[in-house]
């Protein structure tokens, strides 16, 4: 899929954009504080909705004004597409997909896919668990429906859970009722579980591949699951099941002094290594950030796979992060991907780019220039 035109109005720094864009490579240059990284991010929020940088629609609108705009419109395999969003200072977005409104923020989800490499996905590597497990959330939701309702739902549920929990701590008899809680838990839980391994599974494969690219069969990466519940090899739903259930039983006594939940997918992590050594505490920055680059790239692949064209890619000020090798195999891997860029300088492009794109200089909320490459 590609987009090829984009409009805002009163959006971010932007008083107006209208710009026709390349289907293989648009690059946006620009000294700091510019509009670069607000362009990326209005094309993130006609995929995803919202911002990667902030839950709140309103820091997205132009100062003092009360409404902004962005139009996206582009091709899909099966058709045409258009984006378009109208985010309020003082009510609820309006999201349209080919004019029609839409009533949910989730239907939105798979209409353009976006994956997104900017230097916070270093965190992912670096970060705490809560970085990880919204990675995988994000991604698995991303390209399945079903799994952002049972996220969503075990979420809910998870909260209620230890609202009651905190209250069984002042009244005992409440603690007949939480069976209800443990029984939905589970259920969505197990779903959770389950397709997190999945998707894991192939992250993995397909990773190690990347790497092993990348580091020229130097370095085997390796991520693997982990969870705080026992789950054998065969992660049967079943036995997910039956082990989540007796977990949240027994620590029963453990979840009422502490008020909350101690066990289930919501403290699960994702383990990352490099030749058997965890890379979080004994990776170099090179290798942390070859592998992090080895997971975007995957992720691409993933998500072709599962929809059977490939989502856009937007690399926000990654470039000047990685060295030549590791730009050469990034350029060289997007061949069919249509991949937006910023940077501050053309020195930061170590490498000719055999990819025809455009290229748009960006000074204070404007396009002053527009050039092929
Ligand atoms: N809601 C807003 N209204 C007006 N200007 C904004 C708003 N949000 C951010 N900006 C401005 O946008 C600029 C930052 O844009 P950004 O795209 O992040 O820069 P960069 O070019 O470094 O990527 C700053 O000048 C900031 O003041
Ligand atoms: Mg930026």
Do not use: C
């Not at 789950?231 to 082990?243: G, L, N, P, R, V």
């Amino acid at each position: 899929m590609f987009i090829s035109k984009l409009k805002l109005i009163n959006f971010r720094n932007y008083n107006k954009l209208d710009i026709i864009l390349h289907d293989k490579l648009n690059i946006f240059i620009g000294n700091n504080a510019q509009g670069k990284t607000n362009i990326l991010e209005s094309l993130y929020v006609t995929g995803f909705g919202k911002s990667f940088r902030t839950n709140k629609d309103k820091e997205l609108i132009k100062m003092n004004k009360d409404m902004a705009y962005i139009k996206a419109e582009g091709k899909k395999r099966y058709g045409e597409i258009s984006i378009e969003l109208r985010l309020w200072n003082n009510r609820n977005k309006e999201i349209k997909t080919n004019g029609i409104s839409l009533t949910k923020l989730s239907e939105l989800l798979g209409s353009i896919n976006i994956v997104i490499f900017s230097p916070e996905d270093l965190k992912l590597i670096k970060g705490g668990p809560s970085e990880r497990r919204r990675f995988i959330d994000r991604e698995i939701s991303h390209v399945n429906k079903k799994y952002y309702y049972n996220i969503m739902s075990y979420n809910k549920v998870l909260l209620q859970r230890n609202n009651l929990l905190k209250n069984i701590a002042y009244n005992k008899k409440l603690l007949k009722t939480i069976d209800i809680w443990n029984e939905k838990l589970v259920e969505y839980g197990t779903e959770v579980i389950f397709k997190r391994i999945e998707f894991i599974k192939k992250l993995n494969m397909l990773s190690r591949l990347m790497n092993r690219r990348i580091t020229e069969g130097k370095e085997n990466l390796e991520i693997k699951y982990l969870s705080n519940i026992k789950i054998d090899k065969k992660y049967k739903t079943q036995d997910i099941y039956e082990s989540f259930k007796q977990m949240l039983e027994k620590k029963i006594d453990n979840d009422i002094k502490r008020g909350f939940t101690t066990v289930g997918p919501h403290k699960d992590d994702l383990g990352i290594y490099i030749d058997n050594k965890d890379i979080r505490i004994f990776g170099s920055q090179g290798q942390q950030r070859t592998a992090a680059l080895s997971l975007k790239l995957s992720e691409i692949e993933i998500i072709k796979g599962e929809i059977g064209e490939y989502p856009i890619l937007l690399l926000d000020d990654v470039m000047s992060e990685l060295d030549i090798n590791r730009q050469k195999f990034l350029i060289k891997s997007l061949k069919n991907v249509q991949t937006f860029i910023t940077i501050t300088e053309l020195p930061e492009l170590m490498i000719p780019l055999d990819k025809e794109g455009s290229i748009f200089k960006i000074s204070n909320g404007s396009i002053v220039q527009n050039n092929d490459i």
